[in-house]
């Protein structure tokens, strides 16, 4: 009888290998870009999607980004003096806490912060994030997109909808075949922090509250062996 793959045994020195080679991996990867770039950014990324990021790199062909193991990439850039790849180097490391990443490139400083600063993604909000703005679907009918509308340019949303709506929490009931609300509903109020419920709900009525951005938070220019802050640029 042959075993059930089901029953088959990792062994976690396995995954742990493999996981000090992916790091090891990065860690030259990031050393050997360091030697290739001119700038080195350091980035953030509010409402992560990993599609968007792929847009990123499909524009910055000739660059390089790496978004992994913070500690390992602070590592590899060098957290003192004494450790750094490249000199002054480790005044970058500093930047890198919570999610964000490494950005390589040729390209003029200014061209690439110029382009981040106006370039973001609408999407649908993901559970767990602050609204950003109140959402309230109307009394009466139901359509498809929430009362965003004008009725005669909606549709009423189908009526085989009307038990997934009401166990997303909406008091919604059948009237001849329609989906109706006896009273207003607010599915989400500004500043609320989403639950799974409610951005089922917005994605359905084709609300979109999640801005996916690259911020920029400070550079390293090879030229000038030096570290530059966004934010104190733009002070």
């Given at each position: 009888m042959p075993k059930s793959k089901r029953a088959k045994v990792v062994h976690l020195s396995k995954t742990e290998k493999k996981g000090k080679e992916l790091s090891q991996k990065l860690f030259a990867n990031v050393q050997e870009a360091a030697d290739n770039f001119e700038h080195i950014f350091v980035f953030a990324v509010e409402n992560m999607r990993n599609s968007y990021l792929k847009e990123v790199r499909s524009e910055f062909s000739d660059s390089r980004l790496f978004f992994g193991k913070t500690k390992v990439m602070a590592k590899a850039l060098g957290q003192t003096r004494?450790?750094?790849h490249l000199t002054n180097l480790s005044g970058l490391a500093k930047y890198l806490n919570g999610n964000v990443g490494l950005f390589f490139t040729n390209r003029p400083a200014q061209e690439v912060l110029d382009y981040f600063s106006n370039w973001s993604q609408t999407d649908f909000a993901r559970a767990g994030i602050a609204a950003t703005h109140t959402f309230t679907v109307p009394a009466g009918v139901v359509y498809s997109r929430g009362g965003e509308l004008p009725a005669d340019d909606d549709v009423a949303l189908p009526h085989s909808l009307e038990?997934?709506?009401?166990?997303?929490?909406?008091?919604?009931?059948?009237?001849?075949?329609?989906?109706?609300?006896?009273?207003?509903?607010?599915?989400?109020?500004?500043?609320?922090?989403?639950?799974?419920?409610?951005?089922?709900?917005?994605?359905m009525f084709g609300v979109a509250m999640a801005d996916f951005k690259v911020d920029m938070q400070a550079y390293y220019t090879k030229t000038t062996e030096s570290v530059t802050e966004i934010g104190a640029m733009e002070e």
């Open positions: 004494a450790e750094e038990v997934t709506v009401r166990k997303w929490g909406m008091p919604t009931k059948l009237v001849k075949g329609k989906i109706v609300l006896d009273a207003d509903y607010t599915v989400c109020k500004e500043g609320d922090v989403l639950n799974s419920h409610q951005t089922a709900l917005l994605k």
